[in-house]
């Protein structure tokens, strides 16, 4: 009760403190925005395309990239321009980053939001795909970070990094990707900090989402959790106001904090036995 009831309090808290959204910001705004093909990415392309912002958006499917382009045109978009790209490449994160600096003259945001498919199972050994995903999760964001890092510091630029519940609390049949997202909060953790120190001007937001209810997510824990999954729209727009207004953290929803110090304060109250269903513990 002790810890709901000052969840409450700092969430109130914040809630009061937080920098106000300014919309017209973002018309005009520079974007790139990565895994934009389809789900969350899709959504936030859709949303800066509404506020009259110039975007650039890859994934590895041209076609359907193409579609999305068009669609954010209609919407409203100033650009809207596209590249299609496999992170787990060495070459294709920093030619997407070059794509955008020389077709939009610099950025504004830079998103990223991609990650690879990865399977919904047991940990059986598979070293190569953790090392694949470690490559598209992780490495290709390191990498898309510092390629932009000396544009956003001219245009008091941000930095937003799509992250999961998974890198605060990992579950069972998603090792790979839990561990992906676990380095993806300790590397920009780290940097938020050091950009702090240099007095940078580039902003660092890491978002940390629950279940959301795009079409993979679902696809895979069906059948596995009663966990509400929350809508892809909403959260996409949450991620853009994160990044507008500068804030180093979105988490929704925002009661699993508690369930996290729970876990840090008393961890044997959270060990897994060969007991434990699977049904309710799953988090995303
Ligand atoms: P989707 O699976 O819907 O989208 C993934 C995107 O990444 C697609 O556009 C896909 O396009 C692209 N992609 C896949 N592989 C590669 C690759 N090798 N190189 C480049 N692009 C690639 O994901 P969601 O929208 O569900 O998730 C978006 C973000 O939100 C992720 O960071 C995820 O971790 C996070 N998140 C999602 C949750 C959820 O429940 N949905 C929960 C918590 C966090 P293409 O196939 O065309 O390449």
């Not at 995903?133 to 970070?145: D, R």
């Not at 997202?181 to 702090?196: I, M, T």
Request: aromatic share 10%; proline share 5%; net charge neutral.
């Amino acid at each position: 009760k002790i810890l709901l009831s000052a969840a409450c309090v700092a969430f109130l808290a914040a809630r009061w403190t937080a920098p106000r959204f300014d919309a017209e910001s973002l018309r005009g705004a520079r974007v790139l925005v990565t895994g934009a093909s389809t789900g969350i990415g899709e959504q936030m392309a859709y949303h800066y395309a509404r506020f009259g912002a110039q975007v650039v958006i890859t994934a590895r499917r041209d076609k359907v990239l193409q579609k999305v382009a068009e669609e954010c045109l209609r919407l409203g978009a100033q650009k809207a321009l596209y590249v299609a790209a496999d992170m787990a490449s060495e070459s294709d994160p920093d030619t997407v980053v070059d794509f955008a600096l020389e077709h939009l003259g610099g950025l504004d945001y830079l998103v990223l939001n991609h990650i690879g498919p990865s399977p919904f199972s047991m940990w059986e050994g598979d070293v190569e795909h953790t090392r694949w995903l470690m490559k598209v999760n992780f490495l290709s964001y390191v990498q898309m970070a510092w390629r932009s890092l000396a544009s956003l510091e001219q245009s008091k630029g941000s930095l937003v990094i799509v992250s999961s519940l998974l890198a605060k609390m990992p579950s069972p049949f998603v090792a790979p990707y839990a561990s992906t997202k676990h380095a993806l909060n300790g590397f920009f953790g780290s940097l938020y900090h050091e950009l702090a120190m240099k007095k940078s001007n580039v902003s660092v937001s890491i978002c940390t989402l629950g279940l959301i209810d795009t079409e993979s997510a679902m696809d895979k824990v069906r059948g596995y959790t009663d966990v509400p999954a929350y809508p892809a729209p909403e959260r996409a727009f949450d991620i853009i106001v994160t990044g507008a207004t500068r804030k180093p953290e979105l988490f929704y929803p925002w009661f699993p904090r508690a369930l996290i110090l729970n876990k840090e304060w008393f961890p044997s109250s959270q060990t897994t036995s060969s007991k434990t269903p699977t049904t309710t513990r799953l988090e995303f």
